[in-house]
C-alpha cells in the first residue's frame, strides 16, 4: 500500500513573511541613520557657514572702529577723546571718571546690550557699525563695537630705558616723553539681542594712536 504524505506550505509561507519583514525593517533603519547623518552634515555647514559671515561682520567693525580712534584722536590730540575711560589721563582730569566695571570684556558681548545713537563717540556702550553684508547676504544685524581708553604709552614703555644710564637723557627718567594714547576695542559680529538663533563673533585688538 503506498501512502502520500502532503506537506503543508502554509508554514513556509508565514517563515517568507518574516524574513522579509525583517529585511524592511532593516532597510528602514539604515535609511533613517543615513537621513540622519545628512541632516547632520547640513546643519554642521550652516553653522560653519553662519560663523563665518559673522567673523566677517566683526572683523568689519574692528577695523572701522580702529579708524575712527585714529581719525577722532588725530582731530582731539592724545588722551581720553573717545569711548570709556579706563586709564590715567592727567591731561583730562587724571584718574576722576575712570569706571573700573567697564575695562575689560563687556559683561554683555554675548547676551545683548544697546548701541549709542547720534555721532556722540565718548559713552560707555556699544556703536554701531556699517552693516558690509546687509540682510540680501544674510546679515543678523549691524555689526557693534566698543572702545576703551586705556590710557598714555611713554618712551619709557616704547623703548624699556627705565634702568639704563640714558634713560634720563631720552626720556625714560621722568616717566618718558608722551608718544601715543592706547585704547583697546571690542567688536562683535552683531547685537545678540536681535539674532539670539545666530553665531555671535567677539574680537578684540589694542590700537596705539597719536
Known amino acids: ?16 513573511l518574516v524574513i522579509v519583514l525583517i529585511l524592511l525593517l532593516v532597510m528602514t533603519l539604515l535609511g533613517l541613520a543615513v537621513l540622519r547623518g545628512t541632516l547632520l552634515e547640513e546643519r554642521m555647514s550652516a553653522n560653519m557657514y553662519d560663523r563665518s559671515l559673522a567673523f566677517q561682520q566683526a572683523e568689519s567693525a574692528l577695523r572701522e572702529a580702529e579708524e575712527k580712534v585714529r581719525a577722532t584722536v588725530q582731530a582731539n590730540g592724545n588722551g581720553w577723546v573717545i569711548g570709556v575711560k579706563c586709564g590715567n589721563d592727567p591731561a583730562r582730569g587724571g584718574v576722576t571718571g575712570i569706571d573700573d566695571d567697564k575695562c575689560g570684556m563687556p559683561a554683555n558681548a554675548y547676551s545683548g546690550g544697546s548701541a549709542c545713537s547720534g ?58 616723553v608722551v608718544q601715543e594714547a592706547m585704547y583697546r576695542i571690542v567688536a562683535r559680529s552683531h547685537s545678540p539681542a536681535n539674532g539670539s538663533d545666530r553665531s555671535v563673533v567677539v574680537l578684540q585688538a589694542n590700537v596705539v594712536a597719536k
Not at 553684508?133 to 557693534?144: H, K, R
Request: hydrophobic share 25%.
Open 119 to 176: 555721532g556722540a563717540l565718548t559713552s560707555d556702550c556699544w556703536f554701531n557699525g556699517v552693516d558690509q553684508l546687509g540682510t540680501a547676504n544674510n546679515s543678523a544685524g549691524a555689526p557693534q563695537y566698543y572702545v576703551q581708553y586705556m590710557g598714555l604709552r611713554d618712551s619709557h614703555d616704547e623703548l624699556g630705558l627705565g634702568s639704563s644710564a640714558g634713560s634720563t637723557q631720552y626720556g625714560g627718567g621722568g616717566g618718558g
Open 1 to 16: 500500500m503506498n501512502r502520500t504524505s502532503i506537506h503543508s506550505s502554509g508554514s513556509q509561507r508565514g517563515a517568507s
